[in-house]
């Protein structure tokens, strides 16, 4: 599955901003699907992730009760909507998908699918 993240931007702390991550190929009814992140010279870090129905969630302690994940199978798209941002948010955000029913993997290498990034930057 082609996964394409959009969205991302520049905005001051406090603000929100909703990413979105398109399929194409394949359905994403198959996939649990996750978002990470990667700020400048750190590693690829979990953000959330969410099952095949979209009712199961999980999410890194940094984002919980800020972020929320959720997803349109109908629309074979996925999206994180980022409340109350910190400077410490700014970083690429990737979409990932891994085949089957373990949406509580947090390893980047659990994931066979990638989008290209989308960046994030949140100024103080």
């Known amino acids: 599955v082609q996964l394409q993240a959009s969205g991302g931007g520049l905005v001051q702390a406090g603000d929100s901003l909703r990413l979105s991550c398109t399929a194409s190929g394949r359905s994403l009814i198959s996939y649990s699907m996750a978002w990470f992140r990667q700020a400048p010279g750190k590693e690829r870090e979990f953000v959330a992730s969410?099952?095949?129905?979209?009712?199961?969630?999980n999410y890194a302690d940094s984002v919980k009760d800020r972020f929320t994940i959720s997803r349109d199978n109908a629309k074979n798209t996925l999206y994180l909507q980022m409340n109350s941002l910190k400077p410490e948010d700014t970083a690429a955000y990737y979409c990932a998908a891994r085949y089957g029913s373990n949406f509580y993997a947090r390893r980047s290498t659990d994931y066979e699918s990638w989008g290209q990034g989308t960046l994030v930057t949140v100024s103080s």
């Open positions: 969410i099952n095949q129905s979209g009712v199961r969630k």
